[in-house]
């Protein structure tokens, strides 16, 4: 069974709706992931989605915080969450599709603005998250699943515009990025993108604080794809569709996707 995924920060969606149905109707992925929803599960515009042929949900929600959905063309069984870290976040949930592929949706904390545990709580919790993860799948190894999500780090040289000047910037950071392969390593997690796109600079995100993003073009991949080793093979046609960064009240995160013939 052949099936598109995307997965987008959309950073609030009742906020930026019509950017959602935008997404699905240009580009008509059959499962959309969707983080940073920032409401309440009840309060998430379904009817809309619905109308698109986006008639299966799963979620996790939270009033004007974090929450993470997924949307899907495809019918999806509800497979529960993880309170990685316990931090009391909705930052994951699960869904199977028929054909057996459990998708992870996770939306990791950003870890605030000064990578030291002791001064920064935000950043502790970040590494708790991470460290979680890393046990979480470490102790029993997915198979037939594919994680997706904003893991607010960007793990490569060139998934940022300028290593050594982010070297010491949270989501660059080399404690985060050690983490960040120790959690992939213990899950067996393969980096979709990047086997698809193997060089180059790659981004996903791009700060709102910079006057013309596009022509800066200061960007980090802070949102990933990940597949376990069994079915990374049937992934192909990885892409980041930076358009949406410049759609009008945009998010500061664009869609990734991937396709996977299972």
């Not at 008509?28 to 983080?35: I, K, S, T």
């Not at 590494?127 to 997706?148: C, N, Q, S, W």
């Not at 991949?221 to 990940?226: A, E, F, N, S």
């Given at each position: ?6 997965t ?65 063309k ?76 904003d ?10 515009w ?11 950071t ?13 899950g ?23 006057p ?51």
């Amino acid at each position: 069974m052949p099936f598109t995924l995307a997965t987008w920060n959309i950073n609030s969606v009742r906020l930026r709706e019509g950017l959602v149905a935008k997404l699905l109707e240009e580009e008509a992925p059959d499962v959309l992931c969707l983080q940073e929803c920032k409401s309440p599960v009840e309060k998430i515009p379904l009817e809309g989605f619905a109308a698109l042929g986006y008639r299966h949900i799963v979620a996790r929600g939270q009033k004007g915080y974090n929450g993470v959905a997924i949307l899907s063309k495809l019918p999806i069984e509800e497979v529960g969450d993880v309170d990685f870290a316990r931090l009391g976040h909705a930052r994951h949930v699960a869904a199977k599709l028929e054909n057996g592929v459990t998708i992870h949706n996770v939306y990791a904390p950003a870890g605030g603005d000064i990578p030291d545990r002791d001064a920064n709580v935000k950043f502790g919790q970040k590494l708790d998250y991470f460290t979680h993860m890393r046990e979480h799948f470490g102790a029993e190894r997915p198979h037939k699943a594919i994680l997706v999500g904003d893991l607010n780090i960007a793990p490569r040289e060139d998934d940022v515009w300028n290593h050594k000047q982010l070297l010491k910037v949270v989501s660059h950071t080399p404690v985060e990025v050690e983490l960040f392969e120790a959690t992939r390593e213990a899950g067996a997690w393969e980096d979709v993108t990047r086997a698809d796109i193997p060089s180059g600079n790659l981004y996903s995100w791009w700060s709102y604080r910079s006057p013309d993003w596009d022509a800066a073009d200061k960007g980090r991949r802070l949102d990933h794809i990940w597949a376990s080793r069994d079915i990374a093979a049937a992934a192909h046609g990885s892409r980041i569709h930076r358009p949406a960064r410049g759609w009008e009240q945009p998010s500061d995160h664009a869609p990734v996707f991937a396709s996977f013939d299972l």
